[in-house]
């Protein structure tokens, strides 16, 4: 049987179908540029053999056999084998009769694998028992020789290589079959020793249960028998007594009825003179009522208005005292802080008189010196540059001065003619006014000492308005502001209830009087911050439900309110006291950042923020979960064994190690914590401006008294001002004040001119002396230069030296003369202040006593009213007690005679009772009369004869009595037997007794076959032996005859390896002209590659397989070891097929037909050529 053709669609690289015909029986080579398809070809033929291992056609899966593993539009690889079977000698079981057989495999990317013989679909393992049938098992394949199958020869051990030889004498198949065998006996050996047991432990055991059972059952029977008897005398003998029951019953009905009828004939007797007594009593009740009652309601009435009058009146006066008792404490502590002020003012003005006079002298020296200093700095300039100081301290030269002297000479004569004309003018008018002056006007002296005590009034006026540290608008200011912050709360708390804050606030009444609402903390979702807001979905979902839970200090609190608090809905509360918290520790949560990155996961605790008493409620809501960046990493976090702990992701996933996981959209509502979080935003900036508005309001309280005590002063002023103003224009409209003015006009006139004519006389002689001595200095002008400039350097260094001088002691005390200064005027304008609040608060408290006075009258007439009326209450109840005697004595009269009915109707009920329990007695014996004729229907049937002698029901053969105990028993007996009876047991026995005896049968039947079984395997192992020695010697034969013919002067051999005379492997030995090697290390890598070629060919020889495939096992050999490897196969090897793939002419020259390869368009093809027409070509060609 050998390869006609082979046809190729989708293999590897052969994209298109190809068709390779003519395949030589003996001798077919394939060559080819690298890359070009050559060993797909062989690799195809692989395909078809059924090869398992991969790695032996160069893939890792049966996807990468298809072209460009289905990526080019090709998704199926299918590889047909067509065999010639002419020779009879090859012909593969079960198809002798077959003149050519083809083998196809396909295989489809992602589907199926299939396998047809002759277009018929079959199974893979048919498909290897066909090759194996003629040597070809591809999954141990012999007869293919890759190009590593050498180096692998070369390395292989001597057990190795004696399995080689085991593998060509056809008994390795043996040696399959043998351990497998092996393995059946060792599995059946331990099925019967299983069965052993079971029928040691359980079968036997079970048999002689079902034994037991059998006799229990037995016994069973008899007692049911007895049980049967035992109950018709018990059941015949309690219907007989429930029979003679009945007629007593009857009798007693009889007896109870009468006396029932004889007491209410006495409940119609009370119960008629019972309403002759309610008749009295309606009529003395009109009586009482006629006479009294709508008096003392009105009294009542006006007593209670009266009460709530006094009570009010008690509330304000008690107000009122506290008040004044506040504005009191107020007024002490303000007089206290005057008093010491004002000390500590005297303290320190003392102080500043005793030091003002220092402090200002050195300040004046100071002064005084730098200006001295300045002006001779001025005049030394001066005379450096050849001038001299003027009177005004100007530099300029003596002839400007002079001029300036005698042009001052000048305007002073001017001025003194001027003014001692005009004053002459003057003094003659002022005599005429004198002399034209009438007597005092009244009225106007009386306006004239009003206008000036009114300007003095509004001075001090002004004076204590600057005193109080206020300024007119700042009440009215301050009150703009209150309403301001006023309606940002309300702005604020509308947007609170926009976001229906209430509904995370625990609504409940306080469970007791002084109940501490401090211990009650609020909602979880609101006793911490969210640091990221990127966490708050994660951590919504992270606290759940508890996140609605309330927290309290304690579990006493937790039960008032829930037990007391009237709570409107279901509510959850944490107490901390009880709480058990945990969290994951740092060195999980270390141990995940390092595993996924610290950016990826996190402690839920760490992303929030919240007071450390609230660290247990956190850790119970948060401390047990990781949140992870997204869903990969929270698995991995999770199901690391390492973690193994709850985590939540950003999007709001959550992945619990149990294996559960959750998510997949956003949770419905929005997210909670953000709402918090701005309700607290605005909950904080409501308290914010709350407290602002708390310190306007002391603000405004302080302020009020001031603006008070300001705008009272205010009003005074202007008053003042006003009449100030009317009183000036009076004044001014009166002829004697316009005279008056006239007068004291001239004077004043008159006054300045004799001034200026004073001052201007002395002028002129300044300025005359002043001129004469410039002439003086002019007339020796350089001795007068040298003179002025020495005087003046020294006047100017004892002017800087001096002003120096006073600068230091100045500087020294100026510091303290501040500070004193500034407590001075501190503490001044705090007594100011103080005693601006104290006559204020004086006024209040004043005003507070009379408000006390009119309330505690007004109280104590509104308590003498109350005094008043109930003392005529007191009075009219009296009257009314008395006519109420009568009317509780019939009361007391009918109240007896309904206790007697009421004692009657109960002894009623009573006999009614007994009446209905008799009945119930009678109904019950009949019930039970009936039950026992329903229940045993032979009751009817034989009831004549209970109790009769000589008959089955004959009670004195068998006490009824004694026969109940012992059915009694005998059913306790019964029950129990019932319990463990097995109803089914003789059944079971006969059925598994038969069983056991069958699986003994078949357990000695299997003993015998392993008998035969390892007596076969014995001879069976003998032959095996026998078969591989004489395989040994065959291959060895061969082995040393192709080496020879390869490599001229060599011998090869196997040699034997034994270990107690058994052989267990054999050894390659190589020798050159009789001198054998040690090793095959000391032979040439061409050699060596020559002996495992030899080694291999020997056993293809020894048992020869129709087909043989090489690739490239010349590779390592040169040219003339090629052409003897050719030569060879055509020598030895005539009745096999070669496949072999070489680039080497020396190989496939000696080829009868040559395939070449050649890659078109991306896909493989072959042509075929016939080797002898190829070289005659070629010698045609040279």
């Known amino acids: 049987m050998y390869i006609k053709s082979v046809i190729i669609d989708g293999f590897k690289s052969y994209g298109r179908r190809t068709e390779i015909h003519g395949f030589d029986p003996e001798f077919t080579a394939i060559t080819g540029l690298n890359g070009t398809g050559k060993s797909n070809i062989l690799d195809s ?66 589907g199926k694998n299939k396998y047809l013989i002759n277009g018929k679909l079959v199974q893979n393992k048919k498909v290897a028992d066909f090759f194996c049938s003629v040597q070809l098992n591809v999954n141990n394949p012999n007869f293919l020789i890759m190009q590593g199958r050498i180096t692998k020869v070369l390395n292989m051990k001597p057990q190795e290589i004696l399995s080689m030889i085991e593998e060509a004498a056809g008994t390795s198949m043996y040696e399959t079959k043998r351990e497998a065998t092996t393995k059946l006996i060792e599995k059946k050996d331990a099925k019967v020793r299983e069965t052993n047991a079971l029928l040691q432990e359980e079968v036997e055991p079970k048999l002689e249960k079902l034994r037991r059972e059998r006799a229990a059952h037995l016994e069973f029977q008899k007692i049911c028998r007895d049980i049967e008897y035992l109950t018709r005398i018990n059941v015949s003998f309690r219907w007989l007594k429930q029979s003679e029951a009945l ?262 009444r306080d469970p007791e009087p002084g109940f501490n609402r401090s211990k009650v903390h609020g909602m979880v979702g609101k006793l911490f911050n969210v640091i990221d807001e990127r966490n708050c979905l994660a951590l919504m ?69 919240n007071d450390a008493y609230f660290n247990p409620v956190m850790k119970f809501v948060f401390g047990h979960t990781l949140i992870c960046k997204d869903l990969n990493i929270a698995k991995q976090v999770t199901y690391h064994r390492s973690i193994h702990c709850r985590t939540v992701t950003l999007e709001g ?45 002391n603000k405004l309280t302080a302020l009020e008294i001031k603006a008070r005590a300001y705008n009272k002063l205010k009003e005074t002023l202007e008053l003042r001002r006003h009449e100030l103003n009317a009183c000036k224009q009076r004044l001014g409209q009166s002829s004697f004040h316009q005279h008056k003015e006239e007068i004291t006009s001239l ?96 006024e209040q408290i004043d005003n507070k006593k009379i408000y006390l006075n009119e309330m505690s009258t007004k109280y104590n007439s509104a308590a003498e009213k109350v005094a008043n009326l109930r003392k005529r209450i007191k009075k009219q109840k009296d ?28 002894e009623i009920k009573k006999k009614e009772n007994e009446v209905n329990k008799v009945r119930s007695e009678n109904k019950e014996s009949i019930r039970k009369m009936e039950n026992l004729e329903n229940k045993y229907p032979w009751i009817n049937e034989e009831k004549e004869f209970f109790g009769i002698k000589n008959t089955r029901y004959d009670y004195t053969k068998e006490n009824p009595v004694d026969a109940g105990e012992k059915l009694n028993t005998m059913i306790q007996q019964k029950e129990k037997m019932e319990r463990n009876i097995n109803l089914k047991a003789m059944v079971l026995l006969e059925r598994e007794e038969e069983q056991y005896h069958e699986t003994m049968r078949r357990k000695k039947i299997v003993e015998q076959d392993k008998e035969k079984i390892e007596h076969i395997i014995c001879k069976m192992d003998e032959k095996k032996r026998e078969k591989v020695e004489k395989a040994w010697k065959v291959v060895d034969d061969n082995f040393s005859s192709i080496f020879s013919s390869l490599l001229q002067g060599a011998q090869a051999r196997l040699n034997p390896v034994k270990l107690n005379n058994q052989l267990i492997g054999l050894e390659i030995k190589v020798g050159f002209n009789g001198v054998w090697k040690e090793s095959l290390g000391e032979l040439s890598g061409g050699q ?65 037909v040559l395939f070449r390869t050649k890659f078109e368009e991306g896909v493989s093809a072959v042509t075929r050529t016939y080797v002898k027409n190829f070289l005659i070509f070629d010698e045609l060609k040279k």
């Open 653 to 697: 996933d959550v992945v619990d190690p149990d294996g559960t996981l959750s998510g997949g959209s956003k949770p419905k509502g929005g997210n909670i914590l953000q709402e918090l979080a701005e309700i607290k935003r605005l909950e904080k900036e409501i308290e914010k401006y709350k407290n602002s508005l708390f310190d306007i309001d």
């Open 879 to 906: 009257r009314i007690s008395s006519q109420n005697k009568e009317l509780k004595n019939l009361f007391t009269k009918s109240e007896k005679l309904k206790t007697y009915n009421e004692d009657i109707l109960l």
């Open 45 to 110: 033929i692989c395909f078809v053999l059924g090869i398992m291992n991969l790695g032996q056609v160069r893939a890792t899966s049966l996807q990468d056999l298809v072209y460009k593993s289905g990526q080019a539009g090709i998704t199926k690889a299918t590889v047909t084998l067509i065999f010639d079977n002419t020779n009879p000698g090859q012909c593969p079981l079960g198809y002798e009769k077959c003149r050519e057989i083809s083998v196809t495999r396909q295989i489809i990317v992602g």
């Open 247 to 508: 007629k007593t019953i009857e009798k007693n009905i009889s007896r109870l009825t009468m006396c029932i009828d004889e007491a209410k004939e006495s409940i119609l007797q009370n119960n008629t003179e019972r309403e002759h007594i309610s008749e009295q009593i309606k009529i003395l009740q009109t009586q009482i009522e006629n006479e009294s009652s709508n008096t003392l309601k009105e009294i009542m009435e006006e007593l209670d208005m009266e009460i709530k009058e006094e009570a009010k009146l008690s509330g304000k006066l008690k107000a009122s005292r506290e008040e004044l008792n506040q504005e009191e404490k107020k007024l002490h502590i303000l007089l206290t802080n005057i008093s010491e002020d004002e000390k500590s003012l005297k303290i320190k003005e003392l102080e500043m008189a005793k030091r003002k006079d220092l402090f200002q002298d050195l300040k004046d020296t100071e002064k005084r010196d730098i200006l001295a200093y300045e002006a001779a700095q001025k005049n030394f300039e001066a005379v450096s540059q050849g001038l001299s100081t003027n009177d005004d301290g100007q530099a300029s030269s003596l002839q400007d001065q002079l001029i300036k002297a005698n042009q001052t000479s000048s305007e002073a004569q001017t001025i003194i003619k001027t003014s001692e004309m005009e004053l002459r003018h003057c003094r003659k008018v002022l005599r005429e006014k004198e002399n034209e002056t009438q007597n005092n006007d009244t009225a106007y002296n009386k306006d004239k000492t009003l206008y000036d005590n009114l300007t003095t009034d509004i001075q001090n006026l002004c004076k204590k308005m600057e005193n109080i540290e206020y300024e007119d608008g700042d009440f009215e200011k301050m009150l703009d502001n209150k309403r301001q912050i006023q309606n940002e709360i309300k702005k604020q708390q509308h947007q609170l209830e926009r976001h229906n804050s209430y509904r995370y606030e625990l609504q409940y």
């Open 541 to 609: 979902i992270t606290a759940g439900g508890s996140l609605y839970s309330y927290v309290t200090d304690d579990d006493i609190t937790s039960k008032k309110i829930l037990q007391k608090g009237q709570l409107q809905h279901r509510v959850t509360i944490i107490p901390i006291n009880k709480i058990s918290s945990y969290s994951i520790n740092d060195s999980t949560v270390n141990f995940a950042k390092n595993l996924v990155g610290k950016e990826n996961v996190d402690s839920a605790l760490s992303l929030i923020e």
């Open 1088 to 1152: 060596r590659s020559l002996v495992a070629l030899s080694l291999v060919l020997a056993m293809l020889k020894f048992s020869p397989a129709p087909l043989y495939i090489l690739d490239e096992v010349d590779a390592a050999l040169d040219m003339s070891h090629t052409q003897n490897i050719g030569n060879m196969l055509k020598a030895h090897f005539t009745s096999s097929q070669f496949i072999i793939v070489s680039l080497k002419d020396g190989m496939f020259n000696n080829a009868n």
């Open 747 to 842: 004077k004043e006139r008159i006054k300045t001119l004799d001034d200026e004519l004073i001052r201007a006389k002395e002028t002129q002689k300044a300025s005359q002396a002043k001129a004469k001595e410039i002439e003086s200095k002019l007339a020796d002008a350089k001795g007068y230069r040298e003179r002025e400039l020495k005087s003046a350097t020294e006047t100017m260094k004892l002017a800087k030296a001096k002003a120096e001088k006073s600068s230091n002691n100045w500087k020294k005390h100026e510091q303290e003369y501040e500070t004193l200064q500034l407590e001075i005027e501190t503490l001044s304008k705090d007594i100011t202040n103080s005693k601006t609040i104290k006559v204020a608060l004086e």
